[in-house]
C-alpha cells in the first residue's frame, strides 16, 4: 500500500513558477514510476508527466515540454513538479500517482496503482 499526498499548490500570475511535491509514504517507492496529472473544469483528467524508478528517464505532454521538470528523491520518498513560465492554461488540478506497470505508458494511459488527492494550481492572466 502507497499513500500520496501533493503539496505547493497556489495561485500565482502568469509567467510566475510553482514547485509540487508528492511525498509517498510505503514501502518500495523507488520500485514505482510516478507521474503527474492534472484536471481542469470540465474536462477530463490527462497526462503530465513522468519518471521512472531511478530518475534517469523523464516524459511530457507536448503542452508542459519545456516548461514544467518532474524529478524525484528517493531517500525522500517525493516526487516533484517544478513548474515555470506558468500559463493561464495550466490551471487545474494537480494529482500525483505511483504505477507498478514497469513503463511509462501506463501513466499516459492514467493507469496507476495509487493517487494522491489533488492539489490546486491557479495561473491568473
Known amino acids: 500500500q502507497v499513500q500520496l499526498v501533493e503539496s505547493g499548490g497556489g495561485l500565482v500570475q502568469a509567467g510566475g513558477s510553482l514547485r509540487l511535491s508528492c511525498a509517498a509514504s510505503?514501502?518500495?517507492?523507488?520500485?514505482?514510476?510516478m507521474g503527474w496529472f492534472r484536471q481542469s473544469q470540465g474536462k477530463e483528467r490527462e497526462f503530465v508527466a513522468a519518471?521512472?524508478?531511478?530518475?534517469?528517464?523523464?516524459t511530457y505532454t507536448d503542452s508542459v515540454e519545456g516548461r514544467f521538470t518532474i524529478s524525484r528523491d528517493n531517500a525522500k520518498n517525493t516526487v516533484y513538479l517544478q513548474m515555470n513560465n506558468l500559463k493561464p492554461e495550466d490551471t487545474a488540478v494537480y494529482y500525483c500517482?505511483?504505477?507498478?506497470?514497469?513503463?511509462?505508458?501506463?501513466?499516459?494511459?492514467?493507469?496507476?496503482?495509487?493517487w494522491g488527492q489533488g492539489t490546486q494550481v491557479t495561473v491568473s492572466s
Open positions: 500517482a505511483a504505477s507498478s506497470g514497469g513503463s511509462a505508458s501506463y501513466l499516459r494511459r492514467l493507469q496507476a496503482d495509487y
Open positions: 519518471i521512472n524508478w531511478s530518475g534517469g528517464f523523464t
Open positions: 510505503g514501502r518500495a517507492f523507488n520500485h514505482y514510476y
